[in-house]
């Protein structure tokens, strides 16, 4: 039976000098604690600490990145107990979809996939043989058993994977229950919120219409007047920071601004609330509330996230059948230099403004985020995001920025999962991928050692704390 | 006199760690068969059998990355005997074009000729001095002694380069005379068509109106009729398919997809017929035919592969005196997400249809092309292609692809070429960066050696004849 | 106190074999003058030869890429002593703007500032501890004892860094001063003007009005009429090329040309005379410029270079107070293919016209540069330019456009800049990382040694040469 590999080295680049650069870079830097202030785990888990029930339910069927890939194979969804529209689960043996899966674990190759994994698997779990189809009920077995277990309760998971900040994200129509319980327990662990008000602002968003009137009840405000829907906004802000969020999050499809007046505001929101607003009513109004809403991060000092240029639901029969966020998103170009500009020219010289923008665009990196945040106080680069949180993706992203922004206009690390278990893997793959970018710079004499290890840390831990407005913990000394 | 140099280890990565897996994964490979599925040699060639008269005619006069950095470096075509409009011959002393060519083989220097001409001159001639000056006649003399004995006519290089298929590419209004002479002939090597009905298809094609007549003859269909037309198509491809095919090709300028109801396709054809499609019609018409041609690969189970954003005949003054095909053919960006959408909502989800796309836009492998294929069960990646078949475009490649799409989602190697005697070498070029490319990922502990080597003939053999369709031959045998 | 580190290897590849390549290869060119055909410093430097006051006006102040990061990271440009608009010095002290810069200099790791400035301290002021806090005043103090001595003034550094020939650039309205009172002087140093007539050919530039008026006068001739207009163009070139200029410089915000007819050029060129052009017509007048300035450079033999893509002043509140070139120029996604069509169709095959490309947009480089340039006789690539002149962006241009355009439609190394003491430094990172490329190419066998040892001589000074119609000196010898 092959055995699970998981090589000390692994990722750290083959030339032999450079390699011993990245290992002791990553050495100082593999232990520090894990701060997650973007991501979709489910707080409900934190709230009950319930037990998960089984590899294919837990590891499975929620994970796009496996189930897309199986799915661009020939595999149906269903085999696989991947939830269809609605929540609703197919009737499907668990067992006998993770050894669908299993059987086909070869295609993950060459994947992310192929390193979070296996660093589940071993390390969370313990499994020292490799998957495949003759290993497949010895891992569903195994994992079951694990996770019946109180150390493999999720509080227990959040201590032992030493999380110093875990971020989730709710929409604006949540009523941050989960949270609240959380905060009631009395657990240790710092789990928050994030503000996600997407689907009350897009009036394309399949929600629009529901949620609006979520908003309207848990704010209070009128949110049929212009003012009140502002208004609204800035007390679920309030809400949400009430449950630890220092962050919103936005995720058009473009990265457009504008900077309406009032007037031109008020008619185009009735056409919103009316329904009357066409396409590109509904663009220039979502343009706007980006706007609005960094006009309000200046006021609140929340940091603001843009995530644009997913083409949502590409596959319309899937859709049909499945729903949303079932791996059909695919990326488009994305334009940053003239979507910004009116955003930009309000607010672009706030020195307290945090504004991190993200791209599935990769052409843009060099060619306009960098330059873009290498200038402007009020920007910042996240890190590679989605299809690029790859060992390749990430490479580049630090190949194409750092020239122009350099390493202190970027905010470290985001695992941006729902995958719980994952989180540590994720975060590993980034500490081992930029301790093997900085030795390459350090190989190269375009580095001391010692400004490697200060970015090391920095890349770690120190540039996501301030950028994300998150304390460094009392215990923690950081270097001189 | 310089040695030609055909150094063992060439275009492996230089680690010696990185080198020595690339080498293993390369000796395990580097013999198996060559499968050619798509290219542009002139089955003439197989069906007669007839000598090749000379290096400059041979090698020289028809190879467009040869004669325009030529070009481009103020060398005038007539020099280098490459035919003028209308197949006319200039009036070059061959011996001359090929002393020119000599005197400037430094300009190749970095680019994909310097691998693969070396590799036809030493390993198909057994030439060991370099090409320059001072060695010109030498080359002209012993490739022209070659090229008149039996062991270099067309079927016995063919047999020598173990191929074990190569296809050619016809247009609908060929008449596949030489693939019906070399299949009555009882010669073994498989040489079979591929359809490619640009010029039936584009209103636009230069060839259009001579092309629609033979595609009528040929069919026995009434054209005019959108009925008689597509049916003219199920013919042809019918009688392709007899002649070997397994798949259609289809490079318009756009990516674009179309999905208009039949009163429609009936008033935009009777259009093009009659001549009065403007611009903006013959997109439509375009895009629509993509969409016919995947609804019969549907039905006939033929692969499709589709290549746009080539701005053919760039330069008007030299198309004017030379022609199609001279080295004036420059790409643009190309977009796949929305272009292809039509045709992905009809049929992305039939899990036996197989569409290869390519590109010659880098910046879509890792943003729209892996995605795609990452999900639609239909879509394949095509390898890299024209510009960048060569040692950096193919390594780019495999670096922005493989994490979303995966090594299963591509289709191995196409040498894409009419120069038959550069085949092995443009196959060798692509296995070494394969392997190279691999053996990375094993030096990373990001995959096995086993793992690496299962793919490396995956790459090389495996992933072709599946994506085509085609049977291994009896005699290999596939490793467990 | 941290030494300052300038070692021998720096920016050379890690891995040993290409290394050891790398380093020979550099050693052969290290030495070779330095050939300066575009760059932007001060011709009153040569004119009057007086010395600089101190470091921060000298290196701090002007220099965009400096300021640009440390304004990115919220440090105001008053305190960094940064010019206002007009040219308005802030009251700062320039001894606490130093101390500034030097306790954020750790800002800079990773970019190009991090190779160039150290070589400047080390290399031209004999500097041998590391920028921080603590080492601000001695660097200061340092710095400006020696420029106040005469081996610091700008001729005699301009001997001693082993300049062949620099060009500086100069405006349509410029009376060439500067440059004649250096031809009058009797010093030997080459330096040259470019014509650079944006402002008088852009409608949309802010000095458009005054300098037009300038270009009247200086030429003599009626620009209120089309003709007298070009005939003014062609008036000022021969006065620059009296200046020595073998060079022209385009720099619009796209690289689009057009072929107007006169009697359109007529009606376009009175609609911008009078005021009345928008903002297509304005486009348009620079397109047909374009196209105007390739047929006078077909005519006197000047070598063209565009530089498109810059989106000037994009920070509005900053250019209201600061003016032009304060680091907010961001680039944006830029065409070629069909803009620079109608210009090609003219003059695209003229075996003698030199036109340069330049690009802030990579994803061109593949896709569109190195297929056109080469395809075209008239068409070279410029170097790697502004954001992406720095060790990875050099790299990406050798790895993107050499296997398509190969070196020789390449046109060596810019330094670009009007940072005269850096001149050297910038130079030897372009040496190096063309080496550490060429080694590459030799450790992985795709180039024998001699090949790379030549080719490294071309693209430091052969090339060059021959781009811009520069002879070399007599005294050296070329190798055989």
Chains 1, 2, 3 share one sequence.
């Not at 294919?56 to 796009?64: C, F, N, S, V």
């Not at 985020?369 to 290498?374: D, E, I, K, Y």
Request: hydrophobic fraction near 40%; include cysteine; charge should be negative.
């Amino acid at each position: 039976m092959p055995k699970l590999s998981l090589h000390p080295d692994r990722l750290l680049p083959a030339d032999p000098t450079t390699r011993a650069i990245a290992r002791e870079l990553y050495a100082e830097i593999a232990g520090l604690p894990i701060v997650s202030p973007h991501g979709h785990t489910d707080p409900e888990w934190f709230a009950t600490d319930a037990a998960w029930t089984n590899a294919t339910e837990l590891l499975l069927a929620p994970d796009h990145y496996l189930f897309r890939m199986l799915y661009s194979q020939g595999i149906d969804l269903d085999a696989l107990a991947v939830p269809r529209k609605g929540g609703v689960i197919p009737a499907t043996d668990p067992r006998e979809a993770w050894r669908l899966f299993a059987a086909n674990w070869k295609l993950f190759r060459g994947t992310p996939s192929s390193m979070w994994l296996p660093h589940v698997f071993g390390e969370v779990f313990g499994i020292d043989v490799a998957l495949d189809e003759s290993t497949a009920d010895f891992y569903y077995d195994t994992i079951g058993e694990a996770l019946a277990s109180p150390a493999f309760r999720p509080r227990a998971l959040f201590e032992r994977f030493n999380i110093e900040l875990l971020a989730t994200t709710e929409g604006a129509g949540d009523d941050l229950k989960h949270h609240k319980a959380i905060q009631a327990s009395g657990w240790q662990g710092k789990v928050v919120t994030t503000y996600r008000p997407d689907s009350v602002i897009d009036p394309e968003h399949d929600s629009f219409a529901r949620d609006i009137v979520r908003f309207a009840d848990l704010s209070g405000e009128n949110v049929e007047s212009w003012t009140g829907y502002l208004a609204a906004h800035r007390k679920r802000r309030a809400d949400f920071r009430a449950m630890g969020a220092t962050a919103t999050d936005h995720g058009f499809v473009t990265a457009r601004t504008a900077n309406l007046s009032t007037v031109e505001c008020e008619a185009l929101f009735a056409k919103v609330m009316g329904g009357k607003a066409g396409a590109d009513e509904a663009e220039l109004f979502r343009a706007q509330m980006l706007t609005e809403m960094a006009r309000m991060s200046v006021e609140d000092g929340m940091t603001m996230q843009i995530h644009p240029g997913s083409t949502r639901n590409h596959n319309a029969r899937l859709f049909a059948s499945h729903g949303r966020d079932k791996g059909a998103d695919i990326p488009r170009a994305t334009e940053y230099v003239e979507a910004l500009r009116p955003m930009l020219d309000l607010f672009g010289n706030e020195p307290d403004l945090k504004v991190i923008l993200f791209t599935l665009d990769e052409t843009t990196y060099a060619r306009e985020l960098a330059p873009l945040a290498g200038h402007y106080p009020c920007l910042k680069l996240g890190p590679a995001w989605w299809f690029h949180d790859s060992p390749e993706g990430m490479r580049r992203f630090r190949e194409m920025t750092t020239e122009t922004a350099g390493f202190y206009n970027t905010v470290g690390f985001n695992d941006d999962t729902r995958a719980f278990l994952s989180i540590p893997a994720r975060h590993d793959v980034a500490r081992r991928i930029d301790c093997g970018f900085l030795a390459r710079l350090v190989a190269e004499h375009r580095m001391e050692d010692w400004e490697a290890a200060e970015l090391a840390h920095e890349l770690t831990v120190g540039l996501v704390r301030k950028a994300y407005g998150l304390e460094a913990p009392a215990r923690e000394v950081e270097p001189a």
